[in-house]
C-alpha cells in the first residue's frame, strides 16, 4: 500500500495506518519517500499512455508518500476491501477513500489490486532483509 501525497499532506497517516492495525494486515516494511518520476513511471507503467498517466506522475511526485508492506492471509483482497474504490463518489460508506480522498486521483491511498503485483510493487520499495516477516 502507498499513502500518496495528499494523504500525507492532510496528515492522515495515522488513521490510514490504525485501519491496517484494525484490520489485522501486518506492517513488515514501512518508510517515508519522495518518488522520482522514473521510479512513479515504473511504478505505474500499466497505464502507459492512458488520458491521466501523465497528471498521475505529476501528482504521484508533488510530494512525499508512505510505502507499506503488508502481511497477512488473503492481504491483498481485504486491503482493496477496506481501500474503497478508485472514485471516492463510489467508496462504500467507512472505507479509507469514502472518509480520506479528495477525487479520483487523489484517492488518499494506492492498493496492490493482486497477489502478484502486491510481489512486484514491494519489490519496488524493500529488498528480501528490509521485510520483518512475522511468520
Ligand atoms: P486503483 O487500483 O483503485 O488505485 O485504480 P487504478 O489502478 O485503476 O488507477 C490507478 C490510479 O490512477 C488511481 O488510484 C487514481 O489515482 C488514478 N486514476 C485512475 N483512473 C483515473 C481517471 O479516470 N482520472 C484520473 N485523473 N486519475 C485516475
Known amino acids: 500500500m502507498i499513502v500518496k501525497p495528499d494523504g500525507v499532506r492532510k496528515r492522515h497517516c495515522g488513521d490510514i495506518i490504525s485501519f491496517l492495525e484494525k484490520n489485522d494486515l501486518d506492517i513488515i516494511g514501512m518508510r517515508l ?3 522520482t518520476a522514473t521510479t512513479a ?3 505505474y507503467d500499466i497505464h502507459r499512455g492512458k488520458p491521466f498517466y501523465n497528471d498521475l506522475l505529476a501528482y504521484m511526485t508533488s510530494g512525499k508518500v508512505i510505502v507499506i508492506a503488508l502481511q497477512a ?10 481501500i474503497g474504490a478508485t472514485n471516492p463518489r463510489d467508496a462504500a460508506e467507512g472505507t479509507i477513500r ?3 480522498a479528495e477525487s479520483i486521483e487523489s484517492n488518499a491511498v494506492h492498493g ?7 510481489r512486484r510493487e514491494v519489490g519496488f520499495f524493500f529488498s528480501e532483509k528490509d521485510l520483518l516477516e512475522t511468520t
Open 73 to 82: 492471509e488473503n492481504a491483498v483482497a481485504r486491503m482493496r476491501e477496506i
Open 112 to 118: 496492490s489490486d493482486t497477489p502478484e503485483n502486491g
Open 98 to 100: 469514502q472518509l480520506y
Open 33 to 35: 519517500v519522495k518518488l
Open 41 to 43: 513511471g515504473e511504478f
